[in-house]
T-cell receptor, first 114, second 109 residues
Framework: DSGVTQTPKHLITATGQRVTLRCSPRSGDLSVYWYQQSLDQGLQFLIQYYNGEERAKGNILERFSAQQFPDLHSELNLSSLELGDSALYFC?????????????FGEGSWLTVV | GQQVMQIPQYQHVQEGEDFTTYCNSSTTLSNIQWYKQRPGGHPVFLIQLVKSGEVKKQKRLTFQFGEAKKNSSLHITATQTTDVGTYFCAGPAGTALIFGKGTTLSVSS
């Protein structure tokens, strides 16, 4: 158990819909990362937050947004969903804000868009 | 932007054979990390390498960081069925960690 909690574990929704994925980082961790994993694209970095502020942005679509709240939990919002958005979405956390920190992954949220 | 490439994408070995995966970066890395994802699981940190030419061992796993800090390798000696999974290298891009596409290892007994 990494200490990173993600909900929901599985989600099936229709195209055009909007979903929210939730992540609670390990106790004391200030950084939260979101990654998308699909079969052909590996682990794609989406976005990083550090202590409530956006720290780094990766290949995140404009239809996607995220935020980190004062209690440090984070939400990833996916809107106008397309079939191609079906993937495993991982949240990860680390204690610091630098890239030298080990990051700890949650178990992921499986999103299926039908 | 920062890219981390891994080869091979897939590798199948017989139990007891050795296995190596290679990681190459388009830029010099301040550090490189390795993670393992078991089938159906999430990536789990294995090790971090920081120094040029660094070699670290974890039982049957040997990790190397190239002299130019642009490449790395993971070598598993005498694979076991418990080694199956996808091995990722990851390098920093700013404050984020960018992962290679991984090498998926399968082992038959």
């Amino acid at each position: 158990d990494s200490g990173v909690t993600q909900t929901p574990k599985h989600l099936i929704t229709a195209t055009g819909q909007r979903v929210t994925l939730r992540c609670s980082p390990r106790s004391g961790d200030l950084s939260v990362y979101w990654y998308q994993q699909s079969l052909d694209q590996g682990l794609q970095f989406l976005i990083q937050y550090y202590n409530g502020e956006e720290r780094a942005k990766g290949n995140i679509l404009e239809r996607f947004s995220a935020q980190q709240f004062p209690d440090l939990h984070s939400e990833l919002n996916l809107s106008s969903l397309e079939l191609g958005d079906s993937a495993l979405y991982f949240c990860a956390s680390s204690g610091g804000g630098s890239s030298g920190n080990t990051i700890y992954f949650g178990e992921g949220s499986w999103l299926t868009v039908v | 932007g920062q890219q981390v490439m891994q080869i091979p994408q897939y590798q199948h070995v017989q139990e007891g054979e050795d296995f190596t995966t290679y990681c190459n970066s388009s830029t010099t890395l301040s550090n490189i990390q390795w993670y393992k994802q078991r089938p159906g699981g999430h990536p789990v940190f294995l090790i971090q390498l920081v120094k040029s030419g660094e070699v670290k061992k974890q039982k049957r796993l040997t990790f190397q960081f190239g002299e130019a800090k642009k490449n790395s390798s993971l070598h598993i000696t005498a694979t076991q069925t418990t080694d199956v999974g996808t091995y990722f290298c990851a390098g920093p891009a700013g404050t984020a960690l960018i992962f290679g596409k991984g090498t998926t290892l399968s082992v038959s007994s």
